[in-house]
């Protein structure tokens, strides 16, 4: 595939229960990113990846979420106990090396929407 | 902190004609990247066009060109000869000049939902 994909597309979780989000990258991206996008709104920053490292967390809204990309390319991200507020469509992306000039383009996968019941 | 403001929550318009999106921002930076994207109802966010805040001149795709006013922190879109399949949500978005920070994320706002009548 040359896009980024994101699986599953819909997810229905009970207020309570686990759930992770998966993201596959372009092949060869280093930056991966995590935003969550409300109904009627536009998307919202969660973390982001360079390879492993997760450089920027700042947009989590609780330690409920934690996001992951072991390797460097498939990432995950988990929501612990879910609440009716954390439904949403999750949209991640990825991005080309670092460029000189900056202002990467990111590229967005299909999203995932929770609904917590 | 950078914030983007669209102030037209719907706009409708017929097929062939000319519409244009405003989008205004806030920002502190020189030196940035401000991006429309479109989405349309299969959630798939899709890079329309960009602008170097550095580049003077309006970046244009086919029938898709901006007008960027970095004085006035404006950058709106013009769709030009506008088609059915043009019908989806626009977002205008930020980006910090990631060359020297490593704040990547971009910012964007809250979206235009556009609609081409036939």
């Known amino acids: 595939g040359a896009g980024v994909s994101q699986s599953p597309r819909y997810k229905v979780a009970k207020r309570g229960q686990d759930v992770a989000l998966r993201c596959d990258p372009i092949s060869g991206h280093v930056s991966l990113f995590w935003y969550q996008q409300a109904l009627g709104q536009g998307p919202e920053f969660l973390t982001y990846?360079?390879?492993?490292?997760?450089?920027?967390k700042s947009g989590l809204p609780s330690d409920r979420f934690f996001a992951e990309r072991p390797e460097g390319s498939v990432s995950t991200l988990k929501i612990q106990r879910t609440q009716q507020e954390d439904s949403a469509v999750y949209l991640c992306?990825?991005?080309?090396?670092?460029?000189?000039?900056?202002?990467?383009?990111?590229?967005f996968g299909p999203g995932t929407r929770l609904t917590v019941l | 902190a950078q914030t983007v403001t669209q102030s037209q929550p719907e706009m409708s318009v017929q097929e062939a004609e000319t519409v244009t999106l405003s989008c205004t921002y806030d920002t502190s930076e020189n030196n940035y990247y401000l991006f429309w994207y479109k989405q349309p109802p299969s959630r798939q966010m899709i890079l329309v066009i960009r602008?170097?805040?550095?580049?003077?001149q309006n970046a244009t795709e086919n029938r898709f060109s901006v007008n960027f006013q970095k004085a006035a922190k404006s950058f709106s879109l013009k769709i030009s000869d506008s088609q059915l399949g043009d019908t989806a949500m626009y977002f205008c978005?930020?980006?910090?000049?990631?060359?020297?920070?490593?704040?990547?994320?971009?910012?964007f706002g809250k979206g235009t939902r556009l609609h081409i009548l036939p």
């Open positions: 990846f360079q390879n492993e490292a997760q450089l920027d």
């Open positions: 992306a990825s991005s080309f090396p670092r460029l000189a000039g900056g202002g990467d383009t990111q590229y």
């Open positions: 602008q170097e805040a550095y580049k003077q």
């Open positions: 978005a930020f980006m910090k000049d990631t060359a020297r920070s490593r704040d990547d994320k971009i910012i």
